[in-house]
């Protein structure tokens, strides 16, 4: 059975100027909050398994989602170096509420 009745997600875009190559609020680490680019934060609850107190819930973080921010820098060696602010990432986990 599908339990989709009380699934949180954010979703949200922060453009960034293509020349910057540091985070401009270097203290925000806020998941999903104001990321730069787009980011989707998906909490989902699983349903109770009797034996355990609390409640279970997935969640995932996918961060610049479309690979936005790479900036090639093209090395003394003649090598391509990609300088990037924000690193495309996927993160999950389980959160146990007891």
Known sequence: M???AKTRWIASYRWVDGSALTPVDM???SPGQSDPY???FIRQPIPSMGFLPGHMEA???VRNLLA???VPVLGQDGQ???LVQAARAVRGGISFTF
């Open 2 to 4: 599908l339990y989709l």
């Open 27 to 29: 203290l925000n680490a």
């Open 38 to 40: 787009l980011n989707l």
């Open 59 to 61: 969640i995932i973080d």
């Open 68 to 70: 936005q921010g790479y």
């Open 80 to 82: 391509t170096v990609y």
